[in-house]
């Protein structure tokens, strides 16, 4: 039985679309959600009841998913940070490998494009726990090939962010007056 997955997290129609205001605040709550109602109108330059406002219809249109603490992997013994591609025969997404979401040394679960079919951010204990994360992977059906890249130092992680690159650089190789990005010699 074929079994249709793509709307399985349906998304919220936004309400309207986020302004430079919501974004401003989108910004100060990724960085502390505790923040009272004072302090981010204070912030953004609203008052606290328009703050509250702003923030109820954030929620209501699913722009703010949902509030959680962002735990201090040492503080669990999770310190070995892992990125696991996983080769499938046919389609990757079935539900015998969505189910390695019940364990929670799986922190994300993406189907991708390219040469694998299935990128997994796993975080453990140690390599033993990380083996056994793979052993139980190799136990499902249709897993034929692992890839496991562990992670030496974190450079930058975060959440998603509200602000938006509104313009990116022409890339230097191209930006040759009548470059086309290809051998010009042929």
């Not at 992977?137 to 034929?144: H, M």
Request: charged fraction near 30%; include cysteine; proline fraction near 6%.
């Amino acid at each position: 039985m074929e079994q249709n997955t793509d709307e399985v997290r349906r998304k919220r129609q936004p309400e309207r679309d986020l302004d430079a205001m919501d974004r401003k605040l989108l910004g100060v709550l990724v960085e502390d959600a505790t923040t009272s109602y004072a302090e981010l109108g204070d912030r953004v330059g609203l008052s606290p009841p328009a703050a509250h406002e702003r923030v109820k219809r954030l929620r209501r249109s699913g722009a703010i998913r949902r509030v959680a603490a962002l735990i201090d992997p040492e503080a669990v013994g999770k310190t070995l940070l892992a990125f696991v591609h996983v080769d499938t025969t046919g389609w990757g997404k079935t539900p015998a490998l969505l189910a390695i979401e019940q364990h929670p040394e799986v922190e994300e679960i993406h189907s991708v494009a390219g040469d694998t079919c299935m990128l997994l951010k796993v975080r453990t204990e140690s390599t033993h726990a990380l083996e056994g994360l793979l052993a139980r992977l190799y136990d499902t059906p249709g897993v034929k090939a692992t890839r496991s890249y562990v992670v030496l130092s974190t450079y930058l992680e975060r959440p998603v962010q509200p602000g938006t690159t509104r313009e990116w650089p022409t890339p230097a190789r191209n930006a040759r007056e009548g470059s086309t990005g290809f051998n010009d010699r042929d």
